[in-house]
């Protein structure tokens, strides 16, 4: 059916905002998605836990995105919980942040400091995920309200409009450089807008404006009043991964300044000769590579603050190459390291994922060095995906040596925390260049370790012999399971503790929201669930491709983001004005491009000159996530209730998220299968095929 003017009227008197109908969505949809990165972004800065957890809020923002659908039907008042959660969130998390953690299980390793101040984990996870579910649940409401006013697939398309906006205006404010008080000033606009009329009226509509204003503005005046405390403290400065805070002094008559990200002390700016006086380590591998000659070409990964670039240019180098992920980081080197090495001449510096960066270079290098590149947060989109982890595979051990010059080296160094670390990257360093590799360990409970390998056994000189790998040792990280940090081949029990909470908190939520009835009323759409389980893998499979492809930075993760619901308003555009295919050739077509991502190796894509491989990529990601979306729009436009329909959907990306822990088993390469069986199980339970199959 078509929404005319009296439907925009009706649903006025029902909502105080004026806005008509479509606008609504499109500025609830904004608000949902922007609100939900806001809540990632911000509470991982101030809850060190969700470094290692990040998809621990976009679970619970599935939940209570789900949970909002479903509620729209039969909601009378408008979501107030949702600010008024949000503030609460917001002030408990200031005034009892999670500043540094560090797992107990060997089984994984957290890099961060020893020590634990603010809630234990167990106490502060489950706060979030319940808090963020509710957030998310209010603006999920109000979308599900508009979905019951508009044909199906307008609905959706509106929706998916109105969240391209939310990721490309946070997007925007990232790439600004803004601090949280600007994602909170959004919020807050976009919900007064929404949920405040703008007539007070007389009597008591007035009173019920005033306690409308009062519901949503009361709670959201807190969050501005704390993020405008954390946004103007002169030592904090936002990047677009950390909240970044600095702090210079003296010591012993040497400059210092140390830079803290997520509440984590992540490195310092030393001047090159008091490290190398404090800290002789960080020159072996100029001692242990090149023998008999100073490296003259280097490439360090992991510059940072530029300690490491100093040092390079002390050791005589003659160009440095510095890669540097994080723009802020680097800048704050520039202005404030005490040897200034970036205004060196002799210096270049590349704000770019290390592995991508090689991919994209053909020079040859000297001497090419890890400085420790180990970050202190996931990728966004991927459970398991750190920043780094790309760069620690035995197939970037070995794009590392094609780029050495002949009598050229390979470095790298770190505090491991674990012998078996050390062991699984030397083993890793053999295995890409076919011969054992240097390897020095600094005796301290940290497990500080150099491991050096030369592009041939006489490029290096080893002061002790390494004694090899034990029968505990790893096998080396590939691409496909690059999870450095994992010790065993199993998922580890926290990890599958809290997956097996979060599900328990979906039925349960899920039951209550709905007053019982939610089951029975998502019961006929069983096959929307599981697409909506296998459009998660497929997305997760995506956003590691792409970051293998064309690096781990925002920005990458951020046009794939993007992509990915350009591709489904492109399904929705072709199924909204086309006569397409029946819904047996989508599913063809879905199983095909599934078998086109796994025919097609990485290392094929690896290979391939930078804008072709794009090419091939995109065509490769996007083409099943196309008719995926295809077939959901289909049987989505024939559902006889919407907001059922579309939060089993929703709730179905939420079992996906918790599926995804499964690449840690069987790598990112395995998700493929699990989505395949999961749209298979789609395909026998949509009603119209399984009437063709039972007649």
């Not at 008559?253 to 030393?270: K, R, S």
């Not at 086309?578 to 991502?597: D, E, H, N, R, S």
């Not at 395995?670 to 789609?682: Q, T």
């Amino acid at each position: 059916m078509a929404v005319d003017s009296s439907t925009d009227q009706v649903s006025t008197s029902r909502w105080p905002s004026p806005l008509g109908v479509r606008t609504r969505l499109v500025a609830s949809s904004a608000l949902m998605l922007f609100t939900e990165l806001a809540l990632i972004r911000w509470t991982g800065s101030n809850v060190v836990h969700l470094s290692y957890f990040s998809n621990f809020v976009l679970l619970g923002s599935f939940l209570g995105i789900g949970i909002g659908i479903l509620r729209s039907g039969k909601a009378k008042r408008l979501p107030y919980y949702s600010p008024i959660m949000l503030g609460l969130l917001v002030l408990v998390i200031a005034w009892k942040p999670v500043t540094v953690n560090r797992g107990s299980s060997s089984s994984v390793i957290y890099f961060t400091s020893l020590n634990t101040t603010g809630p234990p984990v167990w106490v502060i996870l489950p706060i979030i995920f319940i808090a963020a579910a509710v957030v998310l649940a209010g603006p999920a409401e109000l979308v599900g309200r508009c979905f019951a006013e508009l044909p199906r697939l307008t609905a959706y398309r509106f929706d998916l409009i109105g969240s391209l906006i939310g990721i490309v205006g946070f997007t925007g404010l990232s790439f600004l450089g803004a601090p949280p008080i600007w994602w909170g000033l959004v919020v807050t606009v976009m919900f007064g807008a929404l949920m405040i009329p703008r007539s007070p009226g007389t009597g008591r509509r007035a009173v019920a404006t005033g306690l409308s204003a009062a519901f949503v503005l009361s709670p959201l005046l807190v969050m501005l009043g704390v993020l405008f405390h954390e946004s103007t403290r002169p030592e904090n400065s936002w990047s677009p991964y950390y909240k970044v805070q600095t702090k210079q002094y003296t010591w012993e008559n040497v400059p210092l300044l140390t830079i803290t990200v997520n509440g984590v002390p992540h490195q310092q700016a030393i001047p090159a000769d008091a490290r190398l006086q404090w800290e002789p380590q960080y020159g072996l591998p100029y001692e242990r590579a090149n023998v008999g000659k100073a490296p003259k070409n280097v490439l360090i990964i992991g510059a940072g603050s530029g300690s490491d670039v100093a040092i390079a240019l002390k050791k005589g180098a003659t160009h440095v190459d510095a890669v540097e992920i994080d723009p802020r980081i680097r800048d704050l080197g520039k202005a404030l390291h005490p040897d200034r090495p970036y205004q060196d001449p002799r210096v270049s510096s590349h704000i770019d994922d290390g592995r991508a960066f090689l991919s994209r270079t053909d020079k040859k290098y000297d001497l090419i060095l890890l400085a420790l590149p180990d970050s202190l947060t996931l990728v966004n989109g991927a459970s398991s995906l750190r920043l780094e982890s790309y760069l620690f595979t035995e197939e970037a051990f070995k794009s590392a040596r094609d780029h050495l010059n002949p009598g050229g080296a390979f470095a790298m160094y770190n505090y491991y925390r674990e012998t078996w670390l050390i062991d699984r990257l030397a083993s890793t360093a053999q295995s890409a260049f076919g011969h054992k590799p240097c390897v020095d360990k600094v005796g301290d409970d940290l497990q500080q370790a150099v491991v050096t390998v030369g592009l041939t056994e006489q490029d290096q000189s080893c002061q002790n012999e390494w004694a090899g790998t034990t029968s505990i040792t790893p096998p080396p990280a590939t691409d496909n399971r690059p999870f450095l940090y994992l010790f065993t081949d199993r998922i580890p029990s926290l990890y599958l503790v809290t997956l097996g909470l979060v599900m328990l908190a979906g039925l349960i939520g899920v039951g209550i929201a709905g007053g019982g009835s939610s089951y029975r009323r998502m019961r006929p759409y069983a096959d929307l669930f599981l697409l909506g389980a296998g459009f998660m893998l497929l997305e997760t499979k995506s956003i590691t491709g792409f970051a293998l492809l064309f690096g781990t930075t925002w920005v990458v993760n951020a046009i794939v983001f993007a992509g990915v619901l350009v591709a489904v308003l492109a399904a929705v555009e072709v199924t909204r004005k086309f006569k397409t295919p029946p819904v047996k050739i989508m599913y063809a077509i879905l199983f095909g491009g599934l078998a086109l991502a796994w025919i097609f190796p990485d290392e094929w894509l690896l290979s391939m000159p930078l804008g072709l491989r794009a090419l091939v990529a995109v065509l490769i990601a996007f083409l099943p996530i196309f008719a995926a979306n295809v077939i959901f729009a289909k049987r989505f436009t024939d559902t006889a209730d919407g907001t059922a329909s579309f939060g089993a959907n929703l709730l179905g990306a939420m079992l996906g998220g918790c599926l995804e822990y499964a690449a840690l088993i069987i790598g990112f390469d395995g998700l493929l299968i699990i989505a395949a069986l999961l749209y298979a199980g789609a395909f026998i339970l949509t009603p119209k095929i399984r009437q063709v199959v039972r007649s």
